[in-house]
């Protein structure tokens, strides 16, 4: 679901280099999909391609979905390559691995990615954005409470990133049993050496539908509004929230038309209606406000 990424970010102004981790016919959420799957070897070639143009300097380096743990090593070596040239450079990392349903995790790539994300790529990121079930794997703590949720936020914290958004969880919300919760935290070290940290929850209107994408929509409008908003977490938050909650409202009601009354859309009729959207990317009305804590 990379296009994501990509025309979302060119719409609020990034000039993006895309490359496929995966070139598949269609997403996952699919019956059937057929393709290829990016090895380490042909993601270095892509990478010395542009260091040969002295073209490989970069402000930000998001990534996504990944089946591939040598990938995945080798975007570690590229990241820190590109720090090097670049300290100011910005890791946004969604640490794609599986999710809960019905309250029951499970893992949709190769189990031996876990260690690689763990182990090497939290450490290299600035920004994470996994959910809870994957917030859940890379500590090896599970997460009932919103306290155990900041617990598990600060030890996320301590391996490296400096923000971390918990993008959904399955804790009750304050609003009620109709809204999904996401939590964030920002902690910067200050001149003085001492450390400050934001803490929020944002509780936005549950979609009855199952979406492909979203993540990857969240992680890209992430990187988006923090860039424009780096040091205000809250604000940065209502705007990815606010802009996703137009995407999936308009998809769902297109979708719920092309499949008729009575009938349950399928995955085509699903697709996030990005395009039709524009205008709530590049300018969301807020429509969901994050809580301080």
Known sequence: VLRYFCVLLQVLGFEVDTVNSVQFSNHTGYAHWKGQVLNSDELHELYEGLKLNKVNRYDYVLTGYTRD???????????????????????????????????????????????????????????????QFEAELLTGRKIHTEKEALEVMDMLHAMGPETVVITSSDLQAPLGNNYLIALGSHRKTKAD????????????????????????????????????????????????VSAMQHVLQRTIKSAKAQAGEGNKPNSAQLELRMVQSKKDIENPEIIVKATVL
């Open 69 to 131: 743990t040598s990938f995945l090593a080798m975007v570690v070596d590229i990241v820190q390559e590109l720090k090097q040239q670049n300290s100011n450079l910005v890791y946004v990392c969604d640490p794609v691995m599986g999710d809960k349903w019905n309250g029951e995790g499970s893992m949709y790539v190769p189990k031996d990615l876990l260690p690689v994300y763990r182990d090497k790529v939290v450490p290299v990121a600035d920004i994470i954005t996994p959910n």
């Open 193 to 240: 050496g001492t450390k400050m940290t934001q803490r929020i929850r944002v509780e936005s209107p549950k979609v009855d539908a199952v979406f492909v994408g979203t993540g990857d929509l969240f992680a890209a409008m992430l990187l988006a509004w923090t860039h424009k908003h780096p040091n205000n977490l809250k604000v940065a938050c209502e705007k990815t």
